[in-house]
């Protein structure tokens, strides 16, 4: 059984950092690209941030770039998303993302709000 369980969400102020985790099971993680989405009331999803398998190469969306980082340890099948200097519109549902040719495996979300 796939699963993607993510973790870390919460409320933080502005400027504030959040580290949200990932971890999978039911899957070979280490030949999967990871991703992390998110999606704000009322819009659609988007991409944050992904991986390669190998963790050899990153991705940014220009909206994070300079304040999120994304990693993974293929030894514990987890994928991190560490951000900083968060911001109110940062505000969303922060989803991972398993994918592989053409499958793909969706977590089920971790709330994430920034507000004073």
């Known amino acids: 059984q796939v699963q993607l369980v993510e973790s870390g969400g919460g409320l933080v102020q502005p400027g504030g950092s959040l580290r949200l985790s990932c971890a999978a099971s039911?899957?070979?993680?280490?030949?999967?690209?990871m991703s992390w989405y998110r999606q704000a009331p009322g819009k659609e999803r988007e991409l944050v941030a992904d991986?390669?398998?190998?963790?050899?190469?990153?991705n940014y969306a220009d909206f994070v770039k300079g304040r999120f980082a994304i990693s993974r340890d293929n030894a514990q099948n987890t994928v991190y998303l560490q951000m900083n200097t968060l911001k109110p519109e940062d505000t969303a549902v922060y989803y991972c993302?398993?994918?592989?040719?053409?499958?793909?495996?969706w977590g089920q979300g971790t709330q994430v709000t920034v507000s004073s």
């Open positions: 991986i390669t398998s190998s963790g050899s190469s990153t």
């Open positions: 039911g899957f070979t993680f280490s030949t999967y690209s």
């Open positions: 993302h398993g994918r592989r040719l053409f499958t793909g495996y």
